[in-house]
């Protein structure tokens, strides 16, 4: 064996063991922790003054937040998926992280607050949605992809049967810019390769609220993997059971000006 091999055994051991997504995200933990402390306090003071501000979404079964960030046009597309759902016991809140929001439609399930700052941190931005919202249930829908009319009818169908999990994600329809797919992704939900696959996305995910259902605050840039999509769904899973729903009711955007995962095709 050369040396150049086995200084690398004991990381290749690791990634086999515990997959290589995991001892990324551990690693992140410890080298971006500091970044999180700040925002943490951002976070709750924002949550705070804008509770206080009111006025604040009602409780429903399931509240949907878009974190958005200048893109009016997608944005509005978006919040018109959100709301064009068979489901409509739902509240919609979009959280604007610093840039000021655009015209929305007038719809009294529609709430949207702006952030004092721009943290360029989606999970913070998130967060203060799923705190401001009162819901059984929580769905994430960003606010460049759009959603079926069936996404929340089909997601909560599954949540609320006898014996049903805690959380559920779809299949998702990768688009191009011109409009043209090109590919589904579709993977039933496995722990050990979920440790070494990049397949979890949140939105596709509707989940019941718990303690658990909270972004990180780590400053990820776009070298940092995995995304806190990944981190969210696979510490939720810890301790709640996810199911995977295999009907593409997500339309996710392949945006170059955006950070995306490089799945592999399923089809």
Not at 3 to 32: I, M, Q, Y
């Amino acid at each position: 064996m050369s040396a150049r091999r086995a200084a690398r055994a004991p990381w290749t051991l690791l990634k086999a063991l515990f997959g290589w997504l995991v001892l990324f995200e551990a690693r992140n933990k410890v080298v971006l922790a500091p970044t999180a402390v700040a925002l943490r306090r951002f976070e709750e003071a924002e949550t705070r003054r804008l509770a206080a501000a009111g006025p604040v979404p009602p409780p429903a079964l399931v509240a949907t937040v878009i974190a958005t960030h200048r893109r009016p046009e997608e944005l509005r597309a978006a919040v018109g998926s959100a709301l064009d759902q068979t489901v409509r016991d739902q509240v919609v809140i979009v959280v604007d992280d610093g840039a000021g929001l655009p015209p929305l439609p007038a719809d009294p399930r529609l709430f949207a607050v702006s952030l004092a700052r721009n943290t360029k941190v989606a999970g913070v931005v998130r967060n203060v949605g799923i705190r401001l919202t009162r819901s059984r249930y929580v769905a994430f829908l960003d606010d460049d992809n759009l959603w079926e009319p069936d996404h929340l009818e089909r997601a909560l169908a599954v949540l609320r049967s006898p014996g049903g999990p805690d959380g559920v994600y779809t299949a998702l329809r990768r688009v191009l810019p011109d409009g043209s797919e090109r590919d589904v992704l579709s993977v039933p939900y496995d722990r050990r390769r979920a440790a070494r696959e990049a397949f979890l996305d949140t939105n596709a995910f509707v989940a019941r609220r718990t303690r658990a259902l909270r972004f990180s605050r780590l400053r990820r840039t776009p070298e940092v993997l995995p995304r806190e999509d990944w981190e969210l769904i696979h510490r939720y899973a810890r301790r709640h059971r996810v199911l995977h729903v295999p009907h593409p009711t997500v339309r996710y955007l392949v945006n170059p000006s955006s950070y995306y995962t490089r799945w592999r095709p399923t089809r």
